[in-house]
């Protein structure tokens, strides 16, 4: 048994008004109180240090600098890693990146995990959602897009708090490919954060399947992988939009072990054995003795679907 | 629109001593009674035509060859061949195949798709479960390792029914690979069968799990890929050892839109619209804009995982 105590921190409604100082000011309280409760880590949502942006449609990209940091830890954002050496405590933070090769200014959305106040590991995403273009009709808008670039990092894992970790952010979590890298790799943790809209802009469907499209997402990730995967959710209302909360932390065996239970500011915790998907991992999905990957080629060889004659 | 009335005909508990002709008889009864309820396909179980025989260890694999089909239609199954023809309605056979190739015999875990009585696709399966060899200490094997070889001919798909289809077979339903290579294709309806033991041989687990693990994995893959997911049950006791039923019927959103109720033989029927599935397609998962190949290497590149140093 390799016993982990993990918390998910969820972050409920950031108005566009709130500073970053403000922001870090409740992300403290959250990991004082994640701290105080013996966890190891916290998670932080993704884009977690602003309102979720990507909502706002502007000519000027570089008009959304504001929502971005130059530097982690940058003035506003140092409490976080003071904080985390001072109380031992790990975690991983989703911002947005702004990053300045010489002339050019590069976007990302990114995540980082951080042990002993020092950032141990990056990730930037790679599945961004939405559009790139204006959509006037639209209730409100998904730029994602428009704002940043795909991530250039890949799906690395890291030795970290005794265990093999890797990260994923938002829609990430819906692609198996996501998973499957990282478990390639022998992650035995997944940390994520997202900000999923409570309605889908691009077609009409029921309410309830955003909620229920996250959880599977998750759960079969997790078991496919024999992997925990520990998610938490920028949630309830934003400027006037509604973000699904559902922060969870699930267990190799794809269940839900721990999951939030409003919409606001809350912590979640669980006790992870990260040896429970040792069994999965050696039988159903030994990977060695199962997979086919002369039966794969299509995934790696072909981006959209070509349809039979 | 398009609708496609389906069934799922799960077939209870086939013992050692029942003769082809015997399973036969509950196979056209079934299929009588879904071209009765006005359905175009019926999906029939893996292994059908007999007793779920790799949990028993036999010296000479050749012993097992009465469980093996050498030809298809042959003189017991020809009724299932010429009822589909008379009735109107397709359907998908699991069988254990052998094929006879010079002095070389090869077997193979397989399934077909057929229409107006004639074989349109075939399937092998992939990801053979189990073992090779004898595991006395076990309360009974499973030795698809030992009796099938590797199935050789991918993961076709087929337009048939007004829609394009794909098979799978049982442990191939766990692996995200098999719905995605599919979904590079275009697939609209994957159909399958399967023969799970309620218990795991390999390791102790809480039993609830492989009836949870079962659903999670065709609702996953449902929904990552937008398609229609039937999955037929061989269950109930066979010879002493218990299988699981569950049959169902995964609509393209993930949700299960039909499952059976017993582990006997039974019908379940939905009216699926298969384009249920064109928005998810054009939206979340519109692969052509949101995959990024240049990320998922290790799928292909390495069967087993590789630990970071």
Redesign the interface.
């Known amino acids: 048994m390799r016993k982990l105590r993990v918390a998910a921190a969820q972050v409920g409604g950031i108005q566009p008004d709130e500073t970053r100082t403000e922001v870090v000011g409740r992300l403290l309280d959250l990991m004082e109180r994640a701290a105080g409760a013996g966890c190891r880590l916290v998670v932080f949502p993704e884009l977690t240090l602003t309102t979720f942006f990507p909502r706002y449609f502007l000519e000027d990209i570089s008009s959304a600098d504001t929502y971005f940091e130059t530097a982690l830890p940058g003035p506003e954002t140092r409490p976080l890693f003071d904080a985390s050496r001072r109380l031992g405590i790990g975690f991983h933070l989703g911002y947005a990146e702004l990053v300045r090769e010489g002339d050019r200014n590069r976007r990302f959305n990114t995540a980082i995990l951080v042990d002993g106040g020092e950032i141990i590991g990056k990730y930037r995403k790679?599945?961004?959602?939405g559009h790139a273009d204006h959509l006037p009709e639209a209730p409100f808008q998904h730029l994602e897009?428009r704002y940043f670039e795909?991530?250039d990092l890949?799906?690395p894992?890291?030795?970290a708090f005794g265990g093999?970790f890797g990260m994923c952010i938002c829609?990430d979590r819906?692609?198996?490919?996501t998973?499957?890298?990282l478990?390639?790799?022998?992650v035995e943790m997944i940390v994520l954060g997202y900000n999923t809209p409570e309605v889908?802009i691009?077609?009409r469907?029921p309410a309830h399947?955003r909620m229920?499209?996250h959880r599977?997402?998750l759960?079969?990730g997790a078991?496919?992988n024999a992997t925990w995967v520990v998610a938490a959710a920028k949630c309830g209302v934003e400027d006037g939009s509604r973000l699904i909360a559902g922060s969870a932390i699930v267990s190799p065996?794809?269940?839900i072990v721990a999951e939030s239970a409003g919409e606001g500011d809350e912590l979640i915790v669980a006790d992870c054995d990260l040896d429970v998907g040792t069994?999965l991992?050696?039988?159903?999905?030994d990977?060695?003795?199962?997979?086919?990957?002369e039966?794969?080629?299509?995934?790696?060889?072909?981006?959209?679907?070509?349809?039979?004659?």
Do not use: M
């Not at 039966?295 to 004659?309: C, F, K, N």
């Open positions: 790679v599945h961004l959602p897009k795909v991530g890949g799906f894992v890291w030795k093999v829609n819906r692609w198996p490919e998973y499957r890298v478990g390639l790799q022998g889908n691009h077609h469907e399947l229920f499209h599977l997402s759960q079969a078991y496919q065996n794809g269940e069994d991992k050696r039988h159903v999905f990977f060695a003795r199962h997979r086919r990957t039966h794969y080629g299509l995934i790696t060889e072909r981006t959209a679907p070509v349809l039979p004659d």
